[in-house]
């Protein structure tokens, strides 16, 4: 359990280099992807609601660091995301909701 949480921290580093410097690059029609949230929500399915809670602020305060924005505001909402998708977390279905098609 602890492995995991080291692991989803680790890779946060990278994603929110990619947000910030690749997400821009590659909008389409001034629409950006936000893989900050396709993080936090496929972790909050693996995990819980409790781990979507608490990685969802800590992605969205390494956000809000690394882009200059106002401190806070992103993650609320990755914190909000984080917290609802958990509601939607099964231990049992958990392969189902994360398998590729």
């Known amino acids: ?3 995991q949480w080291i692991l989803a921290y680790v890779l946060l580093a ?3 280099v990619a947000q910030t ?4 690059a590659v909008s389409l029609g001034g629409v950006a992807p936000d893989f900050i949230a396709a ?3 496929f972790y909050t399915l693996y995990e819980g609601r409790l781990f979507g809670t608490a990685l969802g602020f800590v992605a969205g305060v390494a956000y809000d660091l690394a882009s200059g924005g106002v401190l806070g505001v992103t993650a609320f909402g990755y914190t909000f995301a984080g917290f609802a998708i958990g509601y939607f977390h099964n231990e049992n279905k958990t ?7």
């Open 1 to 3: 359990m602890r492995g």
């Open 14 to 16: 990278p994603i929110v």
């Open 21 to 24: 410097a690749l997400a821009p």
């Open 39 to 41: 993080f936090v929500v």
């Open 95 to 101: 392969d189902i909701n994360i398998r590729t098609y």
